[in-house]
Every structure is written in C-alpha cells, then in structure tokens.
C-alpha cells in the first residue's frame, strides 16, 4: 500500500484499474467478484489542466460499472523508485480520488506491465503499430489482474488464520 491508499475493502463488486500515461490512459474492469480483469477502454488525457474530460469519463466508466473501488498503476523505476511517471500518475489518482469520494482509489506497483502487454500481444499477433490504445488497455487488465491475484492471495490467508489458531497452530 502507498500512502495515498485509503484503508479497508470495500468487499464483493467490479474494481477499475487505470494505466495512466501521458497521451493516453488504458481502463480495465473486473467482474463483480474480483477474479477477472478484462479491458474496457482508451480514454485520451486531457490537454490542459482546465479540461478534465479524461477524470470525467473515468468517473462515468466508474458509475457505468457501479464499481466499488479503482485501481492505479504507479509506475516505479527498476530500483523500486518515483519517477517522472510516478509523479504523472500520483497526480492523476489524487484528482480521481477527489472526483470519486468516498469510493477508494488506490495505487499499485506497476513495473513491467506494459512492457509484458506488448509482448503479449505481439506473441498473440498484434503488432503494435497503430495498436498503442489495445496496449494502454492491456497494460491496464495487467494492473488489475495483478492486483486481484494479490488480493485474493491476502484474503485466502487471513481466511486461513483463524482456522489454524483453532488448530493450536
């Protein structure tokens, strides 16, 4: 978690996780129990900081989706620092956090997603050529997928606790 999270979960519903770049921003959603991340859109970022259509068509996908929380990837440096996009996007969440409350917003690691989307798709064919918005969006179910799995994994332990106090473990 990054200072920026917000604590608690919010429980069973569709999560958004959002891919933030300069020119564009992948959308990706889950499915209402949070095992499955699939791609939704490319929104373009705004051009100015006055123009907030990319927050506003972020905050209707969230409401079209009915989605309990939003993930954002928080693109790290190999050594696990903030960069210039780290700062892209810190920015980005905290104008989404502010435009979605009280629906939480939260950011993740996400070193190499787009990087392994690419290569993903051009294993499955793509090329990537005039494909950047199908990356964007890959990248994106990355993010969240990503993001599920780890959720799940915490969940199943902290369900498994309990049992194994009983246990006398």
Do not use: N
Request: glycine share 8%.
């Amino acid at each position: 978690m990054s200072e920026a999270d917000q604590p608690g979960d919010p429980g069973r519903g569709r999560r958004i996780g959002v891919d933030v770049g300069s020119v564009r921003i992948g959308v990706a959603a889950s499915d209402p129990d949070g095992i499955l991340a699939t791609p939704v859109e490319t929104v373009a970022r705004a051009k100015s900081r006055a123009d907030r259509s990319d927050i506003e068509r972020l905050a209707a996908i969230v409401a079209e989706y009915e989605a309990v929380e939003v993930i954002v990837g928080l693109p790290r440096t190999l050594r696990g620092e903030s960069g210039t996009a780290a700062g892209l996007a810190s920015k980005f969440a905290a104008q989404l956090r502010d435009r979605l409350a009280p629906i939480p917003v939260r950011m993740t690691d996400e070193r190499f997603t787009t990087v392994t989307a690419s290569r993903a798709l051009r294993e499955s064919g793509v090329k990537a050529k005039g494909q950047r918005s199908v990356i964007d969006q890959a990248a994106a179910v990355a993010i969240l997928q990503g993001w599920l799995d780890q959720r799940s994994r915490e969940l199943h332990s902290e369900q498994s606790l309990p049992s194994q106090m009983e246990d006398g473990e």
